[in-house]
């Protein structure tokens, strides 16, 4: 669990989150390059995540992966496909379907 005073990220919620700043590895993906790449979560698009990795941007789409997030020391597993929207409607989409 990531927590400050006024915002806590758990495994339940993290799809209703803000992304950008997670620590995020590539677990699968339709393109094998793209597999384990490790870095952190800079900019986020409705179809993709860009994750910076030894100094480097790497461009990923999301419906062709499956993203491993780390939040404190845990670790969640998130299909794209599930995160495919621009991420202010996500958060909004999201929460009001609780």
Known sequence: MLKTEHYCITPENILGHELIGLEARVSNSSDVSRENLKGI???????????????????VPKNEAEFEFTIGKEKVK?????????????????????
């Open 78 to 98: 998130v299909d794209g496909k599930k995160i495919l929207y621009k991420p202010e409607q996500r958060v909004k989409v999201l929460w009001r379907k609780k």
């Open 41 to 59: 979560v800079v900019d986020e698009t409705k179809n993709t995540l860009v994750i910076e990795s030894k100094g480097i941007e790497k461009i």
